[in-house]
């Protein structure tokens, strides 16, 4: 499975922080940390005002690519700042995200042809997110279709089912299966991910909550997540996982990450 490091955003106080102070030290030891603790991919999301969106995430994008060799996943809910930042990336990575909201799909698109980006796919519109399985998949299937109109392959596209917060939505972990199960009938070669600690918010004990829904959506066939590689207990629920289901030849992963203390 594909592990998103998801620690450099914005909204996360620490890190508000210190793009305000400007602290390019900090930054790199999240970014260092999260590839020493098994991220694929770091993400970057500003999450500022959007009148200096483009300006931190290059900023971002600077310290990050000079302090690790992993590829980006450029975080956004404005396409032209991803637009604006994307020739500031040394190599291909994740573009989060599309949708069928506005012009989103007409704008990112266009930026992964005849290039080996990926997309993450979001199962909402200008209506929002979706109470129904039926409505996600319907996205889904348009969000797939305008990317082939742009050659853009599906085994490029994650799709995020957009799992809602358990505190709300009793039916949430079953409605993500279900719509994870009926996209990969649709199309084999589609990704599938999650913000994974969307499902905990409002919830008692989120970190066992977290790991939980790890354990039972990779079970199910969950490709990627937007996670803390940071976080021991998650990390070690995702390799005793993979053990578990024999993605892991003699459990050499899961014996490794334990001998070096990763979790």
Known sequence: MIIIGEKINGTIAKVGKAIVEKDEEYIRELAVRQAKAGADYIDVCAGTSPEIEVEVLKWLIKIVQNAVDKPLCIDSPNPN???????????????????????????????????????????????????????????????????DKYGISPDRIHIDPLVIALATDNSSLINFVNTMQEIKKMHPDLKVTSGL???????????????????????????SAIMD????????TYYITQALLGKDKFCRNLSVAYRRGSI
């Not at 996205?139 to 279709?145: F, G, K, M, S």
């Not at 066992?208 to 039972?216: D, E, K, M, W, Y």
């Not at 590689?229 to 070690?236: E, H, L, N, Q, S």
Request: aromatic share 4%; hydrophobic share 40%; charged share 20%.
């Open 81 to 147: 700042s991803i637009a604006a930042v994307i020739g500031e990336t040394n190599k291909p990575g994740i573009l989060n995200s599309v949708s069928l909201e506005g012009n989103k799909c007409e704008v990112i698109y266009p930026l992964l042809q005849n290039t080996k980006w990926q997309v993450i796919g979001l199962t909402c519109d200008d209506n929002g997110i979706p109470s129904n399985v039926q409505t996600r998949i319907d996205i889904a299937r348009q969000i797939v279709e305008k990317a």
């Open 197 to 223: 600690s969307n499902i905990s918010f409002g919830m008692p004990m989120r970190r066992r909550v977290n790991q939980s829904f790890l354990s039972i959506a990779m079970f199910m066939g969950m490709d």
């Open 229 to 236: 590689p940071c976080d021991k207990k998650i990390m070690a």
